[in-house]
């Protein structure tokens, strides 16, 4: 039984360009939320999605966007991408209470 | 929204010692409390949770307490070992789905000296 897989695994992008991350929930899970961690930070709520809506959203602009598919993988999409977008970002699978994160993204913005 | 702080933001111990984390909340109706291992460069990891029906939880040598009234919860490892060597996360969140945001500390760095 695969755990939450999140593809690429790193990646480097300029500033303004625009991108794109990939998480595959663990079996049996139907809820993903999207986390921002900073270098030496807690990670940050960004969304949460479930039945293929974006249910909750944390402080993020609206460059921040999102999708989930009907087999219940989720993307990730930051437009017009910041300096300041550096950081691992992380998916989290769920279906009662726990919450079980992917390895991440280490996204860098040159 | 809810508030999480977390205390100390370092923790050195030599190794068989024990080691408090503690964390502090802010939103009343918060019931799910898990907490977090994360190694350089891991995801982080579910150590063990506890549901604010519930004043104390064991895990072998890791233990959660829970006191509602104040609104905080700590971490208690005994016995610890090099391998314990990581940042810790404490979290809060409502409700008993998966479906709510995880509202984090700002995370606890423990080194266990050998």
């Known amino acids: 039984d695969a755990g939450v897989t999140q593809s690429p695994t790193h990646l480097i992008k300029t500033r303004g360009q625009q991108v794109t991350l990939r998480c595959s929930p663990k079996?049996?899970?139907?809820?993903v939320s999207w986390y921002q961690q900073a270098l030496g930070q807690g990670p940050q709520f960004i969304f949460q999605?479930?039945?293929?809506?974006?249910?909750q959203r944390g402080n993020f602009p609206d460059r921040f966007s999102g999708h989930q598919f009907p087999n219940y993988s989720s993307e990730l999409n930051v437009n017009a991408l910041l300096l300041g977008d550096s950081a691992l970002y992380l998916c989290?699978?769920?279906?009662?209470?726990?919450?079980?994160f992917g390895p991440g993204t280490r996204l860098t913005v040159t | 929204g809810e508030n999480v702080e977390q205390h100390p933001s370092t923790l050195s111990v030599q190794e068989g010692d024990s080691a408090v984390i503690k964390c502090t909340y802010s939103?009343?109706?918060?019931?799910?409390f898990p907490w977090y291992k994360q190694e350089l460069g891991k995801r982080p990891q579910l150590i063990i949770d506890?549901?604010?029906?519930?004043g104390e939880k064991k895990d072998q040598r890791i233990a959660v307490t829970l006191n509602k009234t104040a609104k905080h919860f700590s971490l208690h490892i005994t016995e610890t070992q090099p391998e314990d060597s990581a940042v810790y996360f404490c979290?809060?969140?409502?409700?008993?789905?998966?479906?709510?945001?995880?509202?984090f500390g700002s995370g606890t760095r423990l080194q266990v000296q050998p």
């Open positions: 999605y479930y039945e293929e809506e974006e249910r």
């Open positions: 506890i549901r604010s029906n519930v």
């Open positions: 079996s049996g899970h139907d809820t």
């Open positions: 989290a699978s769920s279906l009662s209470g726990e919450q079980y």
């Open positions: 939103d009343s109706a918060s019931n799910y």
């Open positions: 979290a809060a969140k409502k409700g008993d789905t998966g479906r709510r945001a995880l509202t």
